[in-house]
């Protein structure tokens, strides 16, 4: 099981970090995914880290604005996430693939709840 935090309620140009821990076993060993699902869209990858940490990719609407990073001490990952937009709006998802990066839902074996990013209007 996968456990995500951080988010909240922002204004544009705000900043979150999001984490995600796992909880029965530890990440290493394996690649971290973050998805996001806003209101009436379907689920889109946003960012992933390999198990290696040696290949991270974004989607092009968020490069330059996220970063995600493995705190290894504390079997985290995080996805900071900086200049928020309105349209970065969404429940937030991590999820856990075997090693490597896959812009396949599908190949994610572990998932968390999501956490919810906001607008305040």
């Known amino acids: 099981q996968l456990v995500e935090s951080g988010g909240g309620l922002v204004q544009p140009g705000e900043s979150l970090r999001l984490s995600c821990v796992a909880s029965?076993?530890?990440?290493?060993?394996?690649?971290i995914g973050w998805f996001r699902q806003a209101p009436g869209n379907e689920r889109e990858g946003v960012s992933c880290?390999?198990?290696?940490?040696?290949?991270?990719v974004y989607t092009d609407s968020v490069k330059g604005r996220f970063t995600i990073f493995r705190d290894n001490a504390k079997h985290t990952v995080h996805l900071e996430m900086n200049s928020l937009k309105p349209e970065d709006t969404a429940v937030y998802y991590c999820a856990a693939a075997y090693r490597y990066c896959s812009v396949f839902s599908t190949e994610y074996d572990y998932w968390g709840q999501g956490t919810q990013v906001t607008f305040s209007s």
């Open positions: 029965g076993f530890t990440l290493d060993g394996y690649a």
């Open positions: 880290i390999d198990s290696a940490d040696d290949r991270i």
